[in-house]
Nanobody, 127 residues
Framework: VQLQASGGGLVQAGDSLRLSCAGS????????MAWFRQAPGKEREFVAGISGYGANIRYRDSVTEGRFKISRDNAKNMLYLQMNSLKPEDTAVYFC????????????????????WGKGTLVTVSS
């Protein structure tokens, strides 16, 4: 499956953004999907993941869970990340990724768990 992320931009601290990820394949429900991000000079890190039909969701930590919301619309082959109360430390390139596997939500996904990656979209949060 090919993925294309969009929706990044330059915002101020406290603002909101919604990232979108379009998938090329018709049966996106067969894929667990996730958002990762990579800040300059840092490793790529898990942000949130969602199982094929959305039953299982996991965020990297409770702070992220309180500000971000991952969702998907399989009928439209879309994945979303609603980000609220953005902070300068959220500045990063955000990537969507997919893996043709079940996601239980019991652990954070790792980059090497994923099979398909979209090009990232840059989110810059100014203070």
């Amino acid at each position: 499956v090919q993925l294309q992320a969009s929706g990044g931009g330059l915002v101020q601290a406290g603002d909101s953004l919604r990232l979108s990820c379009a998938g090329s394949e018709g049966a996106l429900s067969n894929y667990a999907m996730a958002w990762f991000r990579q800040a300059p000079g840092k490793e790529r890190e898990f942000v949130a993941g969602i199982s094929g039909y959305g039953a299982n969701i996991r965020y990297r930590d409770s702070v992220t869970e309180g500000r971000f919301k991952i969702s998907r619309d399989n009928a439209k082959n879309m994945l979303y990340l609603q980000m609220n109360s953005l902070k300068p430390e959220d500045t990063a390139v955000y990537f969507c990724a997919a893996v043709r596997a079940h996601f239980s939500g019991r652990r954070n996904l790792r980059p090497d768990d994923m099979e398909n990656w979209g090009k990232g979209t840059l989110v810059t949060v100014s203070s």
